[in-house]
Nanobody, 115 residues
């Protein structure tokens, strides 16, 4: 019933920027947080950034100072502004929505950063 629709991924050169968006639709109650995770080939999926409905944020050390997560609670939408991109940021990025009882994942969007 709940769907997460992502957009904004693509191919950029090192130092460039991308803005990812994730819009949640359906019957959603009791949202605790929304966030972004990424997974590179041969690696575990790991946290990039999260934000709660009150605005509290958390970032992976590797992206602090470069990425900014934000949200529009009325639209159930979360954004990830990605600046100063590095080749090591290359991965599939997944949107996640968490309630007290369930976790929902988006389909993933590819971000590729070339040298």
């Amino acid at each position: 019933q709940v769907q997460l629709v992502e957009s904004g991924g693509g191919l950029v050169q090192a130092g460039g920027s991308l803005r990812l968006s994730c819009a949640a639709s359906g019957s959603i109650f009791g949202i605790y947080s929304m966030g972004w995770y990424h997974q590179a080939p041969g690696k575990q999926r790991e946290l990039v950034a999260t934000i709660t409905l009150s605005g509290s944020t958390n970032y992976a050390d590797s992206v602090k100072g470069r990425f900014t997560i934000s949200r529009d609670n009325a639209k159930n939408t979360v954004y990830l502004q990605m600046n100063s991109l590095k080749p090591e940021d290359t991965a599939v990025y997944y949107c996640r929505l968490t309630t007290l009882r369930r976790t929902y994942w988006g389909q993933g969007t590819q971000v590729t950063v070339s040298s």
